[in-house]
């Protein structure tokens, strides 16, 4: 039953052989065109108002403040951790 579906199997075509071309804009044009698509990909940009921007500024400020305290506290925690070891072994 394999043997059957082998042999009616049609053969593979072989694919045309297709020449790339490699010619590539030269360099100034490939800014330019880079430029004109970073400008029209800008536009679509929907821009945040003021009280958004000042409101997600702030949310920043106080998580990063946050972090910045319980860092502090961990580092204060373990200073004390290996002056105690220290007073120990010392």
Do not use: Y
Not at 15 to 38: H, N, T, Y
Not at 54 to 78: M, R, Y
Not at 81 to 88: D, E, V, Y
Request: aromatic fraction near 10%.
């Amino acid at each position: 039953m394999a043997e059957e579906k082998k042999a009616s199997a049609a053969p593979a075509k072989a694919a045309a052989a297709v020449k790339k071309d490699d010619s590539r804009p030269g360099f100034f044009k490939r800014v330019g065109k880079w430029f004109r698509e970073m400008r029209s990909e800008l536009k679509k940009v929907i821009w945040p108002t003021v009280p958004v921007l000042t409101k997600n500024t702030g949310v920043s400020v106080a998580a990063i403040l946050v972090s910045a305290l319980v860092l502090w506290g961990f580092d204060e925690l373990a200073q004390l951790f290996i002056r105690g070891l220290f007073m120990l072994a010392g």
